[in-house]
């Protein structure tokens, strides 16, 4: 597979910490992330293992539509995301601590 490596860089744009993210992580081994909205599940696949030095199972990814909220009397709308949920082998895994230290270096 000859994905472009800048692509891949730029494909995962954080790690989600929340309470549903950090239980999936204990239970299930699944790493939960923001990606590009255009990112594809190879591409997410391509670019945790890349970053990360990890083997993933699978990847499910989920478009989350931008809800409109009010400011004011003005109207705006949240910009949509998309979360990737990646499931790596078992046996492996991801420190987060370490991964958002070299995330924050860029």
Not at 16 to 45: G, H, I, Y
């Amino acid at each position: 597979m000859g994905m472009n490596q800048l692509r891949l860089m730029k494909v995962i744009l954080a790690p989600v910490v929340s309470e549903k993210s950090n239980l999936l992580a204990e239970k299930r081994n699944q790493m939960t992330f923001k990606v590009l909205p255009d990112a594809t599940k190879l591409e997410v696949k391509a670019a945790v293992e890349l970053l990360f030095g990890v083997k993933v199972a699978s990847v499910t990814t989920v478009s989350i539509k931008g809800k409109v909220k009010h400011f004011g009397r003005t109207l705006g709308r949240r910009s949509d995301a998309k979360k990737a949920y990646v499931k790596l082998v078992s046996g492996q895994s991801l420190d987060l601590e370490a991964a958002a230290a070299t995330a924050d270096k860029e």
